[in-house]
């Protein structure tokens, strides 16, 4: 009885390791998106910035 019970919590252990590890990779995924504008918008900021100091 205490083997089937460990088998069961073993499993649900498992799933929910993968769901969190799940949930980290998007995170991750989404946290690259954002830095990825967040360069691309500082490095127009910063052309706008060196043009306007030419003009």
């Known amino acids: 009885m205490?083997?089937?019970?460990?088998?069961?919590?073993?499993?649900?252990?498992?799933?929910?390791?993968?769901?969190?590890?799940?949930?980290v990779v998007e995170r991750e995924k989404a946290a690259g998106?954002?830095?990825?504008?967040?360069a691309k918008l500082k490095a127009l900021r910063l052309l706008k910035e060196a043009e306007d100091l030419q003009a």
């Open 2 to 23: 205490i083997k089937i019970a460990r088998t069961k919590a073993e499993k649900h252990f498992a799933a929910a390791e993968k769901r969190e590890h799940s949930f």
């Open 33 to 38: 998106i954002v830095r990825k504008k967040t």
